[in-house]
Nanobody, 119 residues
Framework: QVQLVESGGGLVQAGGSLRLSCAAS????????MGWYRQAPGKQRELVAA???????NYADFVKGRFTISRDNANTTVYLQMNNLKPEDTAVYYC?????????????WGQGTQVTVSS
């Protein structure tokens, strides 16, 4: 069992910045790809950014040049630095990870953290 704990969400004015963190915890686990999704009211959940253990990143077009995803050296924590935030970025942001535990790979989700950008 792997748990993803998110932090860093909150309220910010347009043009401001936030940094989201997601820490994976458990016993005998190893996470491969980790990433962030978001879901706005009335919208489907969409990929924001993802990063592999090797550091390869993938970004949605709507955040390229503004957001940066990264991982710590232990590959247990993923970050999302969000700069030049826009009201359109308002959503619940979810941490996601593909992790190995007990010889099985499973996909895990955090509970989500609210990001609200005011104009």
């Amino acid at each position: 069992q792997v748990q993803l704990v998110e932090s860093g969400g909150g309220l910010v004015q347009a043009g401001g910045s936030l940094r989201l963190s997601c820490a994976a915890s458990g016993s005998g686990f190893s996470c491969n790809t980790m990433g962030w999704y978001r879901q706005a009211p009335g919208k489907q959940r969409e990929l924001v950014a993802a990063i592999t253990r090797g550091g390869t990143t993938n970004y949605a077009d709507f955040v390229k040049g503004r957001f940066t995803i990264s991982r710590d050296n232990a590959n247990t924590t993923v970050y999302l630095q969000m700069n030049n935030l826009k009201p359109e970025d308002t959503a619940v942001y979810y941490c996601n990870a593909d992790c190995w535990t007990r010889a099985r790979m499973r996909n895990y989700w955090g509970q989500g953290t609210q990001v609200t950008v005011s104009s």
